[in-house]
């Protein structure tokens, strides 16, 4: 649970929220309930069920999108209501909600959905005065705050999740190549394990070394070694479906994973990136490049560890035979 916590912020935002609003506006309910204004106190637990439903959903499923836009649209609906009520003591809660908001959806979806609550609630106050504002002065200082803490609030949101966008990128992605590394290829392949057994969905792994490209380095330099490893991945995604995934293995070691494939075709797939990478892929005096590539399908009840060692052991025996080839495990 922790772990899942730890490894997922959209979700773990979103249990704080529950909790929050939980812990802090049962006890409101209740008294709104006892104190007889049923309205204000069915709203507040209207809310917290909904919290509490949406965090639930969100830990079944594994979706926090949903779940969160959900509960961000029933705090702004029940924000407006408890206003209306309450008058200046429901304005209290605007900020809050303010705030929790941008820990629910996207920033810019947030800011729309404050900016529908806000001004909604502005038409009501100019059609209904003295409803929710004592005077004009109190309610242009409510929207000029309001207007400044969700405009910081955005601003602050939307900067933490392009810096969680990019170290997300740099925790799974090969920082020479951009393809992807091998913390994501372990992921990727227990994910293809498991959907083997649940959903029989076949995958191909494609397991490719450039050969001697220990004397490309040494004839070279090493600049010319990085770049042809940078080459590589485009010309490889070039040949694979949007869906198929490239990973650096290590060194001048690279792996395709392909879904929804059968094995006659994983083979035809591999001759083809085998013969596109010896096409594509020129050396500085003109030389060609060439590939040995190992090619593995799943098998039922094999773990991703031993479905890779097969695909590393028919790439040693494509070497062994000469290199520039294809071996199928």
Not at 111 to 134: E, R, T, W
Not at 140 to 152: D, G, N, R, W, Y
Request: glycine share 6%; net charge positive.
């Amino acid at each position: 649970m922790l772990e899942r916590l730890k490894n997922d912020f959209y979700l773990a935002m979103l249990t704080l929220v529950g909790c929050i609003i939980v812990l802090c506006v049962t006890p409101y309910g209740i008294y709104r309930l006892y104190s007889g204004n049923y309205i204000v106190g069915t709203a507040d637990l209207f809310m917290v069920l909904c919290a509490m439903a949406a965090t639930r959903m969100a830990w079944r499923s594994g979706d926090t999108v949903k779940p969160g836009l959900f509960m961000a649209l029933v705090f702004c609906a029940g924000a407006l209501l408890v206003c209306i009520n309450l008058g200046v003591d429901g304005l209290f809660w605007v900020y809050p909600f303010l705030v929790f908001i941008f820990f629910l959806v996207a920033p810019v979806r947030a800011f729309a959905l404050l900016a529908l609550m806000l001004g909604s609630l502005f038409v009501i106050a100019n059609l209904y005065p003295q409803l929710i504002f004592a005077s004009r002065f109190q309610m242009l200082a409510f929207f000029v705050t309001t207007s400044i803490t969700s405009l910081f609030a955005f601003i602050f949101a939307y900067r933490a999740q392009l810096q969680r966008r990019e170290l997300q990128r740099l925790a799974t992605t090969d920082s020479l190549t951009g393809a992807g590394n091998r913390r994501t290829l372990n992921d990727q392949l227990a994910l293809a394990i498991s959907e083997f057994a649940r959903l029989s969905r076949q995958y191909g792994l494609i397991l490719l070394d450039l050969d001697h490209f220990k004397q490309i380095n040494d004839n070279y330099g090493h600049k010319v070694g990085d770049q042809i490893l940078i080459e590589l991945v485009p010309v490889l995604q070039s040949m694979l479906r949007q869906s198929d995934q490239v990973f650096r293995f290590g060194g001048e070691e690279f792996v395709v994973l392909v879904a929804d494939i059968k094995q006659a075709d994983l083979e035809r797939l591999a001759e083809k990136l085998r013969a596109g990478v010896q096409r594509k892929i020129i050396l500085p005096d003109g030389a060609q490049i060439t590939t040995s590539i190992g090619v593995a399908m799943q098998k039922a009840d094999e773990s991703w560890e031993a479905w890779l060692h097969r695909a590393d052991l028919a790439l040693y025996q494509a070497k062994h035979q000469g290199r520039n080839r294809v071996v199928t495990a």
